[in-house]
Nanobody, 115 residues
């Protein structure tokens, strides 16, 4: 089982990034997918999650209206489009796949928002 995130970078405030998480080794289309982040000295935070068919999404209040989660079950990939980035969005972003019985995490990708 693998979840591999990509797309993290250094970006200026107000900028945009698109994170990707490519999954393998499990039946992606049967798993809820989510993005989480953790900044230094802070607890891990759920950023966004998406249902197995992509029709239902949920966001942390801190990112509502700026971030969009989506998935492509034909490519076994979940995305996080991040717009209007703020310095407080700086963190390691990890994706997670969960079912009723199993829970998988990626290693993470660093997002740094700074001028």
């Amino acid at each position: 089982v693998q979840l591999v995130e990509s797309g993290g970078d250094l970006v200026q405030p107000g900028g945009s990034l698109r994170l990707s998480c490519s999954a393998s080794g499990f039946t992606f289309s049967r798993y809820y997918m989510s993005w989480h982040r953790q900044a230094p000295g802070k607890e891990r935070e759920l950023v966004a999650r998406i249902s197995v068919n992509g029709r239902t999404t949920d966001y942390a209040d801190s990112v509502k209206g700026r971030f969009t989660i989506s998935r492509d079950n034909t490519k076994n990939t979940v995305y996080l489009q991040m717009n209007s980035l703020k310095p407080e969005d700086t963190a390691v972003y990890r994706c997670r796949g969960s079912s009723g019985s199993y829970d998988y995490w990626g290693q993470g990708t660093q997002v740094t928002v700074s001028s």
